[in-house]
């Protein structure tokens, strides 16, 4: 499944996090996913618990800070939110569009004891 292997990931940046601050265990663990990142959140809190089990992470509180993506539209320069990737300009219509934000996938913090 995807979303274990992006649980993987974020669990090895917690536990070289934690070894180089010379702690043992993570209490709170804050993410930044983007709408265009292409996680499900329901399958990421899904797989969390398991992923997490035997870890730094395993009692960590998990926060997540969800950004609905944003464009800036190439035409008319309006700035709109888009839920998918293929959204056009709500003003002009037009395709073309610098992305913003919304493919973050990133941990925004990390506080270990
Ligand atoms: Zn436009």
Known sequence: MHELSIAMGIINI????????NKTSVE????????????????LEYVWETAVKNTVL?????EIDFK????????CNTIYSMKKMYDS???CNSYFKNIL?????RVK????I
């Open 109 to 112: 913090s990390l506080e270990v």
């Open 28 to 43: 709170l663990i804050e993410l930044e996913i983007g709408s265009l990142a292409g996680v499900e959140l329901e399958s």
């Open 101 to 105: 934000q919304g493919k973050e996938l």
């Open 89 to 91: 300009c709500p003003k």
């Open 58 to 62: 395993e009692n960590a509180k998990l």
């Open 14 to 21: 917690a536990k070289k996090e934690t070894e180089k601050a």
């Open 68 to 75: 609905d993506a944003k464009a800036e539209c190439l035409e």
